[in-house]
């Protein structure tokens, strides 16, 4: 198991930027694939983005795709989500988790396909 914490999140006007932190520990980070989850009220958990063991792969939602840039420092045991051009409809709780996978390249969008989950950072765009 790894224990997961994010960071980063607040209110920001529409048009802007935030980054988000999800720092890891507890096990290897670097045998887990990682992704971002949001969760906004009334609404199921959605896939945002996700990263391989290796960073090679990344996958985006059609949602995001252009404005946000997941990566990872397997160094620094962190997973980053840098949002640009923030939109009031990304406004969320903004979730990371971790699949522990033997393949350095694989990627998963399911929310079922993680093992380990934070405790979610809030993000507000305003109009």
């Known amino acids: 198991q790894v224990q997961l914490v994010e960071s980063g999140g607040g209110l920001v006007q529409a048009g802007g930027s935030l980054r988000l932190s999800c720092s890891a520990s507890g096990r290897t980070f670097s045998r887990y694939a990682m992704g971002w989850f949001r969760q906004a009220p009334g609404k199921e958990r959605e896939f945002v983005a996700s990263?391989?063991?290796?960073?090679?792969?990344?996958y985006y939602t059609d949602s995001v795709k252009g404005r946000f840039t997941i990566s990872r420092d397997n160094v620094k045991n962190t997973v980053y989500l840098q949002m640009n051009s923030l939109k009031p409809e990304d406004t969320a709780v903004y979730y990371c988790?971790?699949?522990?996978?033997?393949?350095?390249?694989?990627?998963?969008?399911?929310?079922?396909?993680?093992?380990?989950w934070g405790q979610g950072t809030q993000v507000t765009v305003s109009s």
């Open positions: 988790a971790a699949k522990e996978t033997y393949s350095p390249q694989m990627i998963y969008t399911r929310t079922a396909g993680y093992d380990d």
């Open positions: 990263i391989s063991r290796n960073a090679g792969n990344t």
